[in-house]
Nanobody, 123 residues
Framework: VQLQASGGGLVQAGASLRLSCAAS????????MGWFRQALGKEREFVAA????????FHADSVKGRFTISKDNAKNTVYLQMNSLKPEDTAVYYC?????????????????WGQGTLVTVSS
């Protein structure tokens, strides 16, 4: 599976953005799709994940209530709706695919990665 992330940009605090991750190739019902982010000088961290078959979701505590992961099976696309953005949300956001095994926050279990899209939130 090849992944293409898009939708990043420069916004002010409190604004919203929607990231998209388009997948080429077959996504199976065993797949879990995730979003991660990496701020400058920091380690990559888990943001959210969704199972392809049932749509079960999990969000990191830092974004719970503000971000929502969703999917469109027909379009082979995963979204990350980001509301009430904060300067600390500034990072490169990556989408990733895990072929099987369910939701996990560990990046090492995701085998396919998109190129990343930069989100910058100004105060």
């Amino acid at each position: 599976v090849q992944l293409q992330a898009s939708g990043g940009g420069l916004v002010q605090a409190g604004a919203s953005l929607r990231l998209s991750c388009a997948a080429s190739g077959r996504i199976f019902n065993t797949h879990t799709m995730g979003w991660f982010r990496q701020a400058l000088g920091k380690e990559r961290e888990f943001v959210a994940a969704i199972t392809w078959s049932s749509g079960t979701t999990f969000h990191a505590d830092s974004v719970k209530g503000r971000f929502t992961i969703s999917k469109d099976n027909a379009k082979n696309t995963v979204y990350l709706q980001m509301n009430s953005l904060k300067p600390e949300d500034t990072a490169v956001y990556y989408c990733a695919a895990r072929p099987r095994g369910g939701i996990t926050y560990s990046s090492s279990y995701y085998s396919s990665w998109g190129q990343g899209t930069l989100v910058t939130v100004s105060s």
